[in-house]
């Protein structure tokens, strides 16, 4: 498949100063919930970049897609 | 009474809030032979009520473990004052989609312990509900194509071996005797060097178990309440005080959540997140042939199982959509690639059509165990996260949560199913589970 779902955005823990209990929760817990979602993929069979979509989790309808922050970043430091 | 009955008003005994002493009438030979001679209509397997102000247990999903939980409250319990409500009908969601196989060659001790007493509960059941479930034994073959899942099989043997359950690991001529149009031989892409071979396991008609419960509740005095969507569920502090529906409020201490796909949508309602996400999960059934196959036919690395139904429909099933949704439509991409990796297995069934495909919703959970038991919410218990083994774990896991609600004591044989496990790391990880690849 050219696109792999990698799962709800969430914002990850400083790794430093995350509690296990912290950590876990980021890892675990999941909202799932059954409306419009912002969720990151990955465009394997392509630019190989992870990006970030709106899709409505009941009808599977996608409004919007963008890289996500931290791939902007990535890109402007190798000035692509 | 009112003897005008019209096509949408039920019969006067199965009247909204109404009960009689002799209703249902038991099934039997002589029953079927009355009604036969008589071409008279058989009365309803369960009531409707009316939604009464307060329950001592309110069970949320009535499907096969909400149903089996409160069979078991009121058979081994005593505990009857239960509603079971439902946004759709008896059965409409996982209970009613999926591939009704039901085996215990688990990898997990735990697992094979707790997936081992359904196996028994299921033997009896047809006699304990005076309703035929038609499960047939036939035997569970799961497919080895490489040498790391060939090591898993015998690791699952001798997990089950040593919890006193029939299985073996058999190489490719001893499966071609037991399936004859299996393509046993080297020429394929994924050649078939072995199998897990587990007699006890087979398959159950899913409808028949869940009309079964339905009725064994009923008949016991537990309330089945369809159409009944629940809104809201209302708590004081940390405690659960009540159940807002569609049909009005419910006042009870004790809530159960058995959504399984939709159980994060009910969890949201008190304030819970869980290590859940809902996957659908397809299926599909050709058109009856002569019994061909008198086993079920796993392959973890084709993610494909098939079962030969009593009318001779071949059901195929597969893994779960590689994305998170609750749309239950199906895909083209499903039935090619599905069509595709049962040719590889049996290629004389090529000819066959598929008649038709649907999805269920399998609330998927990061070690392939379920989260059964309390929550940090008082009265809030939680039968979810049942993935794609929920159907064989049905009866079990009504027995068990009947137990843990009656006693407010977590049964040993789900001890290690808590929600706590994610938080404190004790994950279980069933890698026999039919949607994990080898």
């Given at each position: 498949m050219e696109f792999r779902a990698a799962g709800e955005s969430k914002k990850r823990p400083d790794v430093n100063t995350a509690t296990p209990e912290q950590w876990r929760t980021y890892l675990y817990t999941k909202s799932n919930l059954a409306d419009w979602v912002t969720e990151t993929w990955y465009h394997r069979a392509g630019c190989r970049r992870y990006f970030a979509i709106e899709r409505?989790?009941?009808?599977?309808e996608i409004r919007t897609s963008r890289l996500p922050a931290a791939q902007i970043r990535l890109d402007e430091s190798k000035g692509s | 009474m009112d003897r005008q009955v019209n096509e949408t008003s039920v019969p006067s005994n199965t009247r909204p809030g109404k009960s009689t002493a002799k209703y249902p009438a038991k099934y039997s030979a002589f029953s079927l032979i009355k009604h036969g001679l008589a071409k008279s209509d058989w009365p309803r397997a369960w009531r409707e009520h009316d939604l009464k102000k307060t329950y001592d247990v309110v069970i949320i999903g009535a499907g096969i473990h909400g149903l089996a939980t409160a069979y078991y409250l009121a058979t081994n319990h005593g505990i009857t004052n239960i509603a079971i409500v439902?946004?759709?009908?008896?059965?409409?969601g996982g209970s009613g989609r999926n591939t009704s196989i039901v085996r215990s060659n688990y990898l997990t001790p735990e697992g094979v312990r707790f997936y081992n007493r359904s196996v028994h509960l299921y033997q009896d059941l047809s006699a304990d509900l005076n309703f035929n479930i038609m499960f047939g034994q036939m035997g569970h073959l799961t497919l080895a194509h490489n040498d790391s899942s060939l090591r898993t099989m015998r690791w699952r043997a001798e997990v089950n071996k040593l919890e006193g359950i029939d299985s073996e690991v058999i190489g490719p001529d001893d499966i071609k005797q037991i399936v004859p149009y299996m393509d046993t031989s080297t020429n394929t892409r994924y050649p078939i060097v072995g199998a897990l071979f587990h007699p006890p396991g087979g398959t159950v008609r899913h409808d028949a178990v869940n009309w079964g419960y339905a009725r064994g509740a009923d008949v016991r005095g537990c309330e089945i309440h369809q159409n009944t969507e629940v809104l809201g569920i209302t708590t004081i502090g940390d405690e659960v005080t009540g159940v807002t529906t569609n049909r009005g409020q419910i006042s009870t201490k004790i809530v159960v959540n058995c959504t399984a796909g939709w159980a994060s949508l009910i969890n949201a309602m008190v304030g819970l997140k869980m290590p859940i996400v809902t996957h659908p999960l397809q299926a599909a059934v050709t058109e009856p042939v002569k019994k061909f196959l008198n086993t079920v036919v796993v392959s973890g690395s084709l993610h494909v199982y098939v079962s030969q139904t009593d009318r001779g429909e071949l059901v195929f099933g597969a893994s779960t959509d590689p994305y998170a949704s609750y749309s239950m439509r199906g895909s083209l991409e499903f039935t090619e690639e599905l069509a595709g990796h049962v040719l590889e297995l049996i290629p004389s069934i090529a000819k066959m059509r598929v008649l038709r495909q649907w999805a269920g919703l399998c609330d998927m959970t990061p070690d392939f165990s379920p989260i059964m038991g309390f929550t940090p919410v008082k009265g809030y218990v939680v039968d979810v996260?049942?993935?794609?083994?929920g159907f064989k774990a049905g009866p079990v896991s009504g027995e068990a949560m009947a137990q843990l609600i009656a006693t407010q004591r977590v049964p040993d044989i789900i001890?290690?199913?808590?929600?706590a496990r994610f938080a404190e790391g004790r994950l279980v990880g069933e890698k026999g589970a039919a949607a994990v690849g080898h």
């Open positions: 409505h989790t009941v009808t599977n | 439902d946004k759709g009908y008896v059965g409409g996260g049942w993935g794609t083994y001890s290690t199913f808590d929600f």
